[in-house]
């Protein structure tokens, strides 16, 4: 049987929110039953954009990302309240506008925090994946329709499919750990998860600072070689895809105008700043005199 997921590109969301616009556009004022009440004009939106910064100037990276319910499986909000939330056959969780109205602490039950509450008509609601347009015959709910960069995209998969397809693509999904098997997948996701480790290599030569391109750059980790780069046109590095708070990591510059090193404890991406170089000291000859003093 064909389930519906959803796909994010973490890399193609702008932070436009139109996915948001759309989704209240077609929910606020709207009553959808057997769907949803319609959504409070003030309030929360059940479609978030998160927003993440690492580093400092002039390394900075900023990642959004698109979070609303993950439609899951094993859904912790389904089962705290079993005879107001179900599950529907094609993977759509909806919780029903009558029978949770009145119960905010259905609210609290979702690890993902993706139910919000609507004072208005005082009902717990999720994004519902546009299921009462699906339901008609849409093929992708609004989010993804009206998405300028193509980030989200809606797919109807029976799940050993989306399995595969997650494995080839190196999908993943938000919170693994939750155990709650989430229909809504992540590409890029190590774009949210994991660190850096930057800085820019320079020299001074004749009085005059430059950057260093082609520097050897090392990062080691409790003595451990993790990965060797090289300092680009502007004397920058960057090391990716690191743990946080990962503990203590060493970067070592060596290029032929000298060496340079820091240490560095990671625990949220860092910028380095300027690792200069500093000259090795000049060969001695240590050769023993021949006899004779020659
Ligand atoms: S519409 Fe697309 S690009 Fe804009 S915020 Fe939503 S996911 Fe990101
Ligand atoms: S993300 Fe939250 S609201 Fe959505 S199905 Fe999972 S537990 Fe329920």
Redesign the pocket.
């Known amino acids: 049987m064909t389930k519906w997921n959803l796909i994010i590109d973490i890399a193609r969301c702008e932070n436009c929110h139109n996915c948001v616009i759309a989704e209240r556009d077609e929910h606020v004022g709207n009553d959808f039953p057997g769907y949803a009440a319609p959504a409070a004009a003030v309030g929360d939106s059940p479609i978030r954009i998160m927003r993440r910064v690492q580093g400092s100037a002039p390394l900075v990276e900023t990642t959004y990302l698109p979070a609303l319910?993950?439609?899951?499986d094993d859904?912790?909000?389904?089962r705290a309240a079993p005879d107001a939330?179900r599950k529907r056959d094609d993977g759509i969780?909806i919780i029903d506008p009558v029978k949770a109205r009145g119960r905010r602490e259905i609210v609290g039950?979702?690890?993902?925090g993706?139910?919000v509450w609507n004072d208005q008509h005082e009902v717990p609601q999720?994004w519902i994946f546009d299921a009462h347009l699906l339901d008609q015959g849409w093929t992708q709910p609004r989010c993804a329709q009206v998405c300028p960069t193509e980030a989200i995209q809606a797919l109807k998969l029976d799940d050993s499919a989306m399995q595969a397809k997650a494995a080839d693509e190196d999908l993943g999904v938000l919170n693994p750990e939750f155990g709650?098997r989430?229909r809504v997948w992540y590409r890029g996701l190590d774009r949210w998860q994991t660190c850096f480790i930057g800085g820019s290599v320079s020299a001074e030569a004749g009085g005059v600072l430059d950057c260093v391109a082609g520097a050897e750059v090392t990062l080691s980790h409790d003595g451990r070689h993790v990965a060797t780069t090289t300092s680009d046109a502007f004397g920058d590095f960057r090391f990716g895809g690191l743990a946080r708070d990962s503990g203590a990591y060493r970067v070592e510059v060596a290029h032929a105008g000298g060496r340079a090193s820091r240490d560095c404890p990671l625990g949220e991406s860092v910028y380095l700043g300027e690792l200069r170089l500093i000259p090795d000291p000049p060969s001695t000859n240590t050769q023993p005199l021949a006899p004779g003093g020659k």
């Not at 039950?109 to 993902?112: E, F, R």
């Open positions: 319910c993950n439609h899951c859904a912790p909000c389904q939330i969780v039950s979702c690890p993902y993706a139910i999720n709650t989430p």
